[in-house]
């Protein structure tokens, strides 16, 4: 149950109150609404002015001293008793103090537009707020703090009056539903047709001004009442013209007396603006030397010169007091000192009588009495039910009702209800949102200047487009079509019609204009409009896409496996169509019938395997240096278990070399003697031939190393979804070899006065390089001319050939080699070494050998000699490998390979000591094919290995670098062949 409802202090609306608990809940009441416009001051708000006709401080300002006990509200209300009038006051953003506290809640926005929204959000509810008064008031006073008619209330006038025809039938049914409701007044919607009244607060002339006996000497009426009269004309003849007003008071909004005062001039306020400022005004009126006419307190019996006060300037010049005058007491008027002085502290402390009392002893009789006289005949009219404001002969009789207390609070709280709350919001939304429209201006030309603008900004995203494009270029011409409407659009309406303008243009942009934004692996994107790959499932049923592949229009000319045949290859968006598609589709009709070599994949045993999901490990610098050293040690041993200094004595190297070994050991470095004591006649001599021959360190591997190397388990259900390298998770293998090892043909097939003879090579630049092992022989049976000959002469002849040990010879096998480079334009060429391009004699004599490409890394790209004017770089696509056929005289010899690619720095572009995020690289690893142990080639064969177009990790996408310092970082490491003696 509701507590006890006093009357002893403001409250505002909805008000809680217990009909059986609340005093005098049957007298009829009157009520009185207040609105408008008010200045700014801290200690006093528009109905101030109806304090000392209340007798209690209860209007007060923001900052008043009981404003703090006071409900905070729309609408601030207050019932006097022993009047029985009820006094709403309305406080919206029209009030200077209201405005600035919402002013300064937006400083911190910093879009401007907030401040428009601010204001269509405070006009409906002022609105609303204000319609409310004109359902439940009797009298509205419109008060004004300047002295002219604002002409801006015809239009919220007329607003208002089209927001209650519309409203009116819904308010009537609420009405009928609330009981002690009259039938007229539910039928009406209202108490009455509201009479309005006007204060203006400051008029063109002064007080002083207005009782100056000057114009009182030729005139009828007195300035200040000529001018009250003339702007009720004014006002009227407006208000008639506007049609604001009518003949019949029902069927207006409000209506105006005709024969009554409405006007009334608030020249002299003797309201306390500021409480600091006045009391420092009498200390200081208390303290000046003022003459005793002045200080008399005036009385009507006395003369004119000792009733009117000095002014300021001539009391400062006369009597030149030490301290200056006493403040006013307002912003606009100015009380004499005079009635300072005797009537101060009357005007603080003596209350003000109700209407049917008498006049205050201590305030003027012209500024509070004639305000309640001006209110008073009014309201003897609202008790005596005797208001009609109809003109004409044929004016018909007013509604009007006199409600009681407990009803009209049981009315307020409903309709208070009906304008405010969610309940009724399908019934009112509409209504104001017309009332919005027709109310502010400025949305209005702001929405029909942006509704202009907006077609030309659309013309300008439109025009010269073409047929497919990305999300950058529709952004491109998003920015330049807001810049044009930017240019001439204006007002509150600007963010909401660039909305429209962004919707616009991505839809125009979305309807089959939108261009697929998938990137190959090159770095170029795909040129076709957005579509769906073979083999995807569409979205939705509302998904059109048409199902392509990718394509760039880049194209660029490879080779095949073998290298027999050239093609235009596609731009490739994934590393199985740059490494495998290309490939396997041209050697359909070039490589298929050629020996391959079978490299290891992944062979499911599932119907449905599964990439691997690899964990991504966080490693710093030195963590991946320390990988990367450990790895390429690990895959050393695999390749070259005993591999010898390369880097050893020449003379060390040399004697190996002229004794036959295949291996460098360690007691290989003593000196031996032969058994005829010339061992250090055969060392020299072993040492010219290496010097004259280039002959490099043996790379033969023991039989049985390869053999004895552990085979690791392979998955059969989960697969590598990349490229494998040297820190892949052991036991994965890829769904398909990047790699591939193919046979051209026999050994003859190579001329090594003609080279290969296969399309795209530069002239010249097509010649394999000899790669001279020395082999021991079997031991040969001598001659029957031998055996007759002396043996000083076979002696001789041993010397002279650089024969080895007695019961030993040495043999010569010749294995070709050759690394291939080749451009995106198809050119193709060897190389001899890093940078370096084979070049021929005039009798197509290759001078160089295969030592560099044997223990030098070569670099994965180099520049092709083609004409180009940026030039071109050529990437490693091929390593040949010409083997030796086995002759039956000579130890049979097998060549192994076993490529390790490095496409990119191997240590992470980070200071040192930092730890790297699992999404980022921790550098570069090594790509090899995935073998457990070097791969033996076949004799007798010109065999191909073809690298990797695109190398691929977990991580990213080892493209050429940009950055040309770094182009060498990019290599085939060394050791990649070696050999083994069967």
């Known amino acids: 149950m509701a507590a006890p409802f006093t009357f002893d202090r403001a409250f505002c609306l909805p008000v809680d109150f217990n009909p059986s608990a609340t005093p005098k809940i049957d007298e009829s009441i009157c009520v009185i609404s207040i609105y408008g416009k008010s200045r700014y001051n801290p200690f006093v708000s528009k109905a101030t002015l109806l304090n000392p006709i209340i007798d209690k401080e209860v209007f007060q300002g923001p900052e008043g001293l009981f404003q703090n006990q006071v409900k905070q509200g729309n609408v601030e209300c207050y019932f006097d008793e022993s009047s029985r009038i009820m006094y709403l006051h309305l406080k919206s953003y ?88 009259s039938s007229k007044w539910s039928s009406f919607g209202r108490v009455c047709t509201p009479r309005v009244l006007f204060v203006f607060e400051t008029p063109s002339l002064e007080g002083d001004e207005a009782e100056s006996s000057s114009f009182k000497s030729s005139k009828k009426y007195p300035p200040m009442k000529r001018l009250q009269m003339g702007i009720e004309d004014m006002i009227y003849r407006i208000l008639r013209k506007t049609r604001a007003i009518t003949n019949i008071s029902n069927n207006s909004l409000f209506s105006i007396p005709v024969n009554h005062q409405f006007v009334y001039l608030h020249s002299k306020r003797q309201e306390i603006s500021d409480p600091a400022e006045f009391m420092t005004s009498l200390i200081r009126h208390q303290c000046s030397p003022l003459s005793e ?8 019996g006395t003369s004119g010169s000792q009733q009117k006060s000095k002014s300021y300037s001539l009391s400062r010049r006369k009597m030149n007091p030490p301290v200056p005058e006493p403040l006013s007491l307002s912003a606009t008027s100015t009380l004499s000192t005079a009635k300072l002085g005797a009537a101060s502290q009357q005007a603080l ?125 529709h952004e491109s011409r998003l920015n330049k079509a807001k810049h044009v409407f930017s240019q001439y659009a204006r007002g509150p309406g600007y963010d909401k019609y660039m909305r429209e303008l962004e919707l616009s243009c991505t839809k125009f942009w979305k309807s089959g204009r939108q261009q697929c934004e998938a990137l190959s692996l090159t770095g170029n994107l ?129 004697l190996a070399l002229s004794l036959g070994q295949s291996t460098l050991q360690a007691d290989d470095l003593e000196p031996k003697l032969s058994p005829s004591g010339s061992n250090k006649g055969s060392q020299r001599e072993a040492i010219d031939v290496a010097n004259e021959k280039q002959l490099e360190p043996s790379l033969e591997l023991k039989q049985g190393e390869v053999k004895n190397k552990p085979i690791r388990q392979v998955s059969t259900s989960e ?57 021991k022989s079997e031991q040969a049976w001598p001659s029957v001319a031998e055996t007759f000959t002396s043996g000083k002469k076979r002696q001789q002849r041993k010397i002279s050939k650089g024969g080895p040990e007695p019961g030993d010879t040495a043999t010569t096998v010749r294995v070709y080699l050759g690394m291939e480079y080749e451009c995106p334009r198809g050119h193709r060429f060897f190389c001899s070494g890093p940078d370096k391009i084979i070049k021929v004699s005039s009798n197509s004599i290759v001078k160089d050998n295969a030592s560099r490409l044997v223990h030098m890394d070569m670099p994965l790209y180099t520049s092709c000699h083609c004409k180009q004017p940026k030039g071109c770089l050529a990437q490693m696509m091929r390593v040949y490998v010409c083997t030796p056929r086995d002759i039956s005289s000579v130890p049979s010899l097998r060549v192994l390979v076993n490529p390790l690619v490095q496409p990119a720095p191997p240590n992470p572009s980070h200071p040192a000591g930092t730890a790297v995020s699992s999404s980022s690289s921790p550098g570069c690893p090594q790509f090899h094919p995935g073998l457990d142990a070097p791969l033996e080639l076949p004799a007798d064969g010109i065999w191909v290995i073809r690298l990797p177009s695109i190398y691929q990790d977990e991580h990213q996408v080892y493209l050429m670098p940009s950055d040309h310092q770094t182009l060498h970082s990019c290599v085939l490491l060394s050791g990649m062949f070696s050999y083994r003696m069967v």
């Open 719 to 775: 697969y590598l979804a990349y490229m494998i390298h040297s820190r892949s998770p052991p036991g994965l293998l890829p769904k398909f070899s990047s790699f591939s090892v193919c046979r051209l043909g026999p050994n003859s097939l190579y001329s090594h006065m003609m080279g290969l003879e296969l399309p795209g090579f530069l002239p010249g630049s097509n010649f394999l390089l000899p790669w001279d092992i020395l082999v």
């Open 349 to 473: 402390s003596t209350p003000s009588k109700s209407f049917s009392g008498g006049r205050q002893p201590g305030l003027s009789k012209s500024n509070d009495q004639s305000l309640k006289e001006f209110l008073r005949q009014h309201v003897d009219m609202v008790f005596s039910k005797s208001i009609n404001d109809n003109v004409g002969r044929h004016g018909v009789e007013p509604i009007f009702e006199l409600p009681q207390l407990g009803t009209w609070l049981q009315v307020a709280n409903k309709m208070y209800d009906f304008f405010f709350s969610e309940t009724y919001s399908n019934v009112t939304a509409q209504p104001f949102s017309l009332f919005r429209n027709s109310l502010d201006i400025s949305t209005r030309f702001s929405e029909n200047r942006c509704n202009k603008v907006l077609p030309l900004a659309e013309t300008a995203y439109q025009q010269d487009l073409p047929q497919y494009y990305i999300t950058s270029y």
């Open 526 to 654: 795909c040129t076709n409009k957005v579509h769906r790959l073979p083999g995807e499932e569409p979205d939705g049923p509302d998904d059109l896409r048409e199902e392509m592949k990718h394509c760039s229009m880049v194209k660029t000319k490879a080779a095949c496996n073998c290298g027999r045949m050239q093609s235009d290859k596609e731009d490739p968006f994934d590393f199985k169509s740059a490494n495998y598609d290309f490939y396997q589709d041209l050697g359909l009709i070039c490589c298929s019938k050629l020996e391959h070599i079978p490299l290891p994949v992944f062979t499911p045993s599932t119907p449905e395997p599964k990439a691997a999901s690899v964990p991504s490990v966080s490693l710093t610098p030195q963590d991946g240096q320390e990988a990367e050293s450990a790895g390429q040690q690990k895959a050393s041993s695999m390749k070259e278990p005993d591999k010898p200094d390369v880097f050893g004595t020449l003379s060390e190297l040399s």
């Open 94 to 181: 029209y009030d200077l103090n209201i405005l600035s506290q919402k002013c300064h809640d937006l400083g911190a926005s910093q879009h401007p537009n907030d401040f428009y929204s601010l204001c269509q959000e405070e006009d409906v509810k002022h609105a609303k707020t204000l319609l409310l008064l004109f359902t439940l008031s009797h009298i509205m006073i419109l008060f004004h703090p300047g002295g002219t008619f604002d002409l801006s209330y015809l239009r919220l006038f007329h607003s208002l009056d089209a927001v209650r025809g519309k409203l009116q039938t819904s308010m009537c049914e609420i009405l009928s539903s609330i009981s002690g409701v």
């Open 293 to 300: 006419a002045v200080v008399t307190d005036p009385t009507p």
